[in-house]
């Protein structure tokens, strides 16, 4: 009986060595992964792991698309100046990426994707003013 209680004893503290070492490498992998934002009129806003070389549209897919009152021509890039830590906002007109006049811009760990409601796409004032205040609310929940 001694011997049994033994090896199951040096089995739970080996199990709880393993779920340790799993606990340390995640919590690794959480902190040395990076992230960019999509926020606004896309289907899917949120957080979504950064990839060495993903474009806008790459980005933007990911958020499952535009929505119909997405305004493609007032898209912002706030990008983090790693100097100051202030965030510099770059214009991007989507519309044109879309045609290929432009080009398709990288997108950088931290950088926050904002995707404006275009105001023309609505007939009725108040639910104009409910998607941009919905639009700039989640823009600023960081």
Known sequence: MGVRKHLITLLFVASLMISAAVAVQSRAHY???QYFQVKGEVKNPGKYESKKGLTLMQAIAL????????DKKRTV???????????????????????????????LPN????????????????????????????????
């Open 63 to 70: 958020a499952g698309g535009l929505t119909r009152w997405a």
């Open 77 to 107: 890039i706030s990008r983090e100046n790693q100097p100051n830590g202030q965030r510099k906002e770059i214009p991007v007109d989507l519309d044109a990426i879309f045609k290929g006049k432009k080009e398709d811009v990288k997108v």
């Open 111 to 142: 950088d926050m994707i904002v995707v404006p409601v275009d105001g023309r796409k609505f007939s009725w004032p108040p639910l104009l003013t409910l998607r941009f205040i919905n639009v700039w609310d989640s823009a600023i929940q960081r």
């Open 31 to 33: 902190q040395e992964t």
